[in-house]
């Protein structure tokens, strides 16, 4: 594997998306990166997110909106989706039964990787419209 050359944009788009847990999209990174990089266009911080997706460095999934989201937490977890803000939550895999109960037959080669959406509605929102 060729070794990449240092690049302060592409630390600071990893730092960004490090401190955050909202898992954004490119665009709402590159707007908070843009703060710190004013001449910084759109397409770097795409090659940047892929190349570090490539890396492994950063994982990428979509969960049904038409978005590719990002996310630094690169561990084994599930996702929960609030339907009504849009809210994407971490959630430990500790919380689901064992994986392999998932499946009911022999599958037809290797799984080498798995993800799970659940979708619903988060605490917030269900607590919004109980008190309107």
């Known amino acids: 594997m060729k070794t990449l050359k240092y690049s302060r944009q592409r630390e600071s788009i990893k730092t960004c998306?490090?401190?955050?847990?909202?898992?954004?999209?490119?665009?709402a990174l590159y707007l908070s990166?843009?703060?710190?990089?004013p001449n910084i266009?759109?397409?770097t911080v795409y090659r940047n997110l892929n190349l570090l997706v490539?890396?492994?460095e950063i994982i990428s999934f979509t969960c049904g909106d038409g978005s590719v989201?990002?996310?630094?937490?690169?561990?084994?977890?599930?996702?929960?989706?609030?339907?009504?803000?849009?809210?994407?939550?971490?959630l430990p895999v500790s919380m689901v039964r064992?994986?392999?109960e998932f499946l009911t037959e022999p599958v037809p080669g290797r799984i080498d990787s798995h993800s799970v959406f659940f979708?619903?509605?988060c605490a917030d929102?269900?607590?919004?419209?109980?008190?309107?």
């Open 54 to 56: 490539e890396l492994g």
């Open 125 to 132: 929102c269900v607590d919004k419209k109980m008190t309107h």
């Open 69 to 90: 989201h990002f996310d630094y937490t690169t561990t084994p977890h599930y996702h929960f989706v609030c339907k009504t803000c849009g809210h994407i939550h971490d």
């Open 98 to 100: 064992e994986t392999n």
């Open 17 to 27: 998306l490090m401190n955050r847990t909202d898992h954004p999209t490119a665009d």
């Open 41 to 43: 266009s759109l397409g």
């Open 119 to 121: 979708y619903g509605e």
């Open 33 to 37: 990166i843009r703060e710190e990089f």
